[in-house]
């Protein structure tokens, strides 16, 4: 849900057969090596969260996906 919320990938979607051990070891090997990798992705967390504010999140989050239909 970040990534639609976010208009953009921020975080990866290991979902069904792309979840596996090496694709989670490979993501978290690229967060833990690389300072621009963390800092993007927190930026982008940060950008999703100023979106959503601080109270009611489900119901704004479930408005962006309703606009998104």
Known sequence: MVNLVAGR??????????????AVASEVRRLLESRA???????????????????GAIERAADVFARML
């Open 9 to 22: 990938r921020v975080v990866p979607e290991l979902i069904q057969e792309g979840f596996t051990p090496s």
């Open 37 to 55: 990798a963390r800092e993007e992705m927190k930026e982008g967390l940060a950008q999703v969260r100023a979106k959503l504010g601080s109270g």
